[in-house]
């Protein structure tokens, strides 16, 4: 491989991320509004005036538009993360968690082997411990379910490798049309939640 190709691919990448911050700029004024020469007051009618001129549905809709996703604008060198991330609901009053150790998080195990295709009483078993698993934790480790461990890291590579293409190359799959067979978006609920997660 010739050097040409690497200063090629350089020069293609550096025009890429200047063209996303650009973007990302341009959509969200990424600007610092805390500075440190001013007082608790005027900090408080700034974020007032702030949030008074807060366009949610705006930066939404912008985003989306650009098709980048979240990635996009990690790429894009973004310096503060923008509004429609932000969870002002949750509001936690100590951001660090007890040090307990009843605190400690415990994901629940299901069995998916022994006879849940075959036996209807496992299977309801099965489905029951599934429910309760997704109603008070949100979240279940499954085992037993006859996926190979390399079939399973293959597929994480597989979006691992997607995630790391070319954006113009995402940009082309980024769609809010679930009757595709493929579609890669942003927060399935951009639009409906209070708040966007970051991730894609």
Do not use: C
């Not at 700029?25 to 610092?32: D, G, R, V």
């Not at 996926?147 to 082309?172: L, S």
């Amino acid at each position: 491989i010739k050097n040409g190709f690497f200063e090629k691919s350089k020069t293609k990448i550096q025009s890429r991320i200047k063209q996303s911050k650009t973007l990302s700029l341009a959509f969200f004024q990424i600007k610092n509004h805390r500075k440190k020469t001013k007082k608790p007051t005027e900090r408080r009618k700034t974020t007032k005036k702030m949030e008074a001129n807060y366009d949610r549905t705006s930066e939404l809709k912008a985003f989306d538009e650009m098709k980048i996703g979240v990635k996009g604008l990690v790429d894009a060198g973004i310096a503060e993360i923008p509004r429609i991330f932000h969870h002002p609901h949750l509001n936690p009053t100590d951001s660090k968690p007890p040090l307990s150790s009843s605190t400690k998080m415990i994901i629940p195990t299901i069995d998916l082997k022994g006879g849940v295709f075959e036996s209807t009483l496992t299977r309801e078993s099965v489905v029951t411990e599934i429910r309760e698993a997704v109603e008070k934790f949100g979240v279940f480790q499954g085992i037993n379910h006859g996926i190979p461990i390399d079939v399973m890291e293959k597929m994480k590579d597989g979006v691992r490798r997607f995630h790391e293409q070319d954006a113009q190359v995402r940009t082309k799959l980024y769609s809010r049309d679930n009757t595709k067979k493929f579609t890669y978006n942003s927060n399935f609920d951009l639009y409906s939640s209070k708040s966007a997660n970051w991730r894609d």
